[in-house]
């Protein structure tokens, strides 16, 4: 195991501020799920996870990495407010897109930017 993953990983905290954290949280299980399963395989059943869960987790990943994109990219100190509008209107088309395929967190990301818009 030891000659895949060469470098230390830190653990990553829970901010409840952020859903950003939830994002590299998740990435960071994703990223380590090799060691994970071989771990569970000899004998620590306390971190088995099942196909359909890792299928699930790394889906939340998939979903939450584009707007953790977008939250940086918004951090720049030189945005204009049209670098702005086309960040924030992509990433609810994003969702809009995502909802129609049966995603119910993509709906409800996308139903939360729209109740900002309307503010």
């Known amino acids: 195991l030891k000659r895949r993953f060469k470098y230390k990983v830190d653990a990553i905290l829970d901010d ?3 859903w950003g954290s939830i994002f590299q949280m998740l990435n960071r299980i ?9 771990m569970s395989d000899c004998g ?21 990495e584009k707007a953790y994109d977008v939250v940086l990219r918004l951090q720049y100190s030189d945005i ?3 670098y702005f ?3 924030w209107s992509g990433l609810r088309l994003f969702y809009d897109h ?4 049966g995603s119910s967190l993509a709906g409800e990301l996308a139903s939360s930017m729209k109740l900002r818009e309307d503010q």
């Open 16 to 18: 409840e501020t952020s």
């Open 85 to 87: 509008l086309r960040k």
């Open 30 to 38: 994703v990223h380590l799920q090799y060691i994970i399963n071989k």
């Open 98 to 101: 995502h909802a129609g395929r």
């Open 44 to 64: 620590n059943q306390e971190i088995t996870l099942t196909v359909a869960q890792w299928t699930q987790m790394t889906g939340l990943r998939d979903l939450l």
């Open 80 to 82: 204009t407010p049209g």
